[in-house]
Nanobody
């Protein structure tokens, strides 16, 4: 396993969770990082991305203002703080790393974590 995601769980609507994704066995500090999610029966979709330095972030419209992506290159870890969670946020969340300059495309990410389940109850 090269990236290990954690922090998922069951939370009530309006609650918060913080996901983490730590690298192991190799470094991803020179890669952009992103979070994607996949709900049952749906395609995997982009949630948020962050540049190599952490200075630039990008969010899908539905998460903007509720989610915050950050990274700690000293720990080779990327985070996703999720606030004001909604039942429609329920999905398996995946971290990923890309050597591209910037991308929201699933195909643009070469390295994927194993996913962590987030369930939001109404």
């Amino acid at each position: 396993v090269q990236q290990q995601a954690s922090g998922g769980g069951l939370v009530q609507a309006g609650g918060s969770l913080r996901l983490s994704c730590a690298a192991s066995g190799r470094t991803f500090n020179n890669y952009i990082k992103g979070w994607f999610r996949q709900a049952p029966g749906k395609e995997r979709e982009f949630v948020a991305g962050i540049s190599r330095s952490g200075a630039v972030t990008d969010y899908s419209d539905s998460e903007k203002g509720r989610f915050t992506i950050s990274r700690d290159n000293a720990k080779d870890t990327v985070y996703l703080q999720m606030n004001s969670l909604k039942p429609e946020d329920t999905a398996v969340y995946y971290c990923a790393a890309s050597s591209a300059p910037s991308t929201r495309s699933r195909q643009g990410y070469e390295y994927w974590g194993q996913g962590t389940q987030v369930t939001v109850s109404s």
